[in-house]
């Protein structure tokens, strides 16, 4: 049994990778950032411990850097990463929640989690 996500327990962690787009034919270097906060989904007809159950999160992210060809400033179109939640056996609001260890990242490494220690827990 896994612990249900409520408001304030997704997080958003930027990739550590210096190249973009990749290590093999990087066209600019730099740094990987999220841009705001981490974006929740909240189920509106219950919580967990005080705090809203959360049935998505998204975050956007960019990389910031220098071109390779010419050193000029490079800012990357932007990544959105979206955590959604897998078939659960507890619904909330008819929403399949998100749960303690979800996680998914965008082909650049970038990642939304789930660390959630709600007293709710399902499978």
């Known amino acids: 049994m896994k612990a249900v996500a409520r408001a304030g327990d997704a997080a958003a962690t930027a990739s550590g990778r210096t190249n973009y787009p990749n290590d093999k034919a990087p066209t600019a270097t730099g740094a990987w950032a999220a841009v705001g906060p981490v974006a ?35 800012t990357s179109p932007p990544s959105v990463v979206t955590l959604s939640p897998g078939t659960r056996t ?14 998914t990242s965008d082909s650049f490494g970038n990642t939304v989690s789930v660390t959630s220690t709600a007293s709710w827990r399902t499978s």
């Open 40 to 74: 929740e989904t909240p189920v509106t007809v219950a919580g967990a411990d005080g705090k809203r159950v959360i049935r998505s999160a998204s975050c956007t992210f960019t990389f910031t850097g220098t071109l390779t060809s010419n050193g000029n400033a490079f």
């Open 90 to 103: 507890l619904k909330v609001g008819g929403s399949d929640p998100l749960v303690d260890g979800d996680e």
